[in-house]
């Protein structure tokens, strides 16, 4: 399989515990994108990377929220201090191009229970 | 927030019918994608659009980008069992973030009993 992977798949956790979310982008992107999704919405974005650097955050992007791309391949995403409100999917995607505004493909997600 | 008016918000579908769905705003987009997902799994795209007036089909499906660039459409022709799911319009704000694809709220196409 050669999309976009993300790991785990499930997580529950209790409130104030850390969580970390791993992404693995198509090999030969460079872009790589991080999105939540709450029931009944759409996709919201969070952050996004270009190679290491990490170009964007969102609003949505708390200080307990922290992504990384150390080597430009896979990223991960932790969230600190969980709280019931963090609960959602969490949506990883990828594209290739460097003018900005290319097609995104979605990994399977990462659905998060926070209780 | 949500820039992107997505309707119907749900429909039931009967095999063998079309369906038509459509996605505006009031502002102008630079690109406009098509997303299905399915319960518990990542959108999985079905058209780019890259152009204003621009015409793709992908099989059954057929999506526009409309000459104001401030909507787009989806039709999906002779529909069968597993075009169940929640489709959602996606673009790139004219002027906007490289990064940030603003989604709409999704149509739920379910099965009519």
């Known amino acids: 399989d050669t999309g976009v992977s993300q790991d785990p798949r499930h997580k529950i956790t209790k409130r104030g515990q850390n969580v970390t979310f791993r992404c693995d982008p198509i090999s030969e992107h460079n872009r790589l994108y991080w999105y939540r999704q709450t029931l009944g919405q759409g996709p919201e974005f969070l952050t996004y990377f270009q190679n290491e650097a990490q170009l964007e955050k969102s609003r949505l992007l708390s200080d307990r929220f922290s992504a990384e791309r150390p080597k430009g391949s896979f990223s991960t995403l932790e969230i600190q201090r969980t709280e019931q409100g963090d609960s959602a999917m969490y949506l990883c995607?990828?594209?290739?191009?460097?003018?900005?505004?290319?097609?995104?493909?979605f990994g399977p997600g990462t659905r998060l229970l926070v209780l | 927030g949500q820039q992107l008016n997505q309707s119907p918000q749900s429909m039931f579908i009967q095999e063998g019918e079309d369906v038509s769905m459509n996605c505006t705003s009031s502002s102008i987009f630079n690109t406009w994608l098509w997303y299905k997902q399915d319960p518990g799994e990542g959108p999985v795209l079905l058209i780019a659009?890259?152009?204003?007036?621009e015409l793709t089909s992908n099989g059954r499906l057929t999506a526009q980008f409309g000459i104001t660039r401030k909507d787009s459409f989806l039709n999906i022709s002779a529909s069968i069992p597993s075009d169940v799911g929640i489709y959602f319009c996606?673009?790139?704000?004219?002027?906007?973030?490289?990064?940030?694809?603003?989604f709409g709220k999704g149509t739920k196409l379910s099965v009519k009993p």
């Open positions: 995607a990828s594209s290739l191009g460097a003018c900005g505004q290319e097609t995104q493909y």
């Open positions: 659009l890259y152009k204003a007036g």
């Open positions: 996606a673009g790139h704000l004219y002027g906007g973030s490289q990064g940030n694809l603003i």
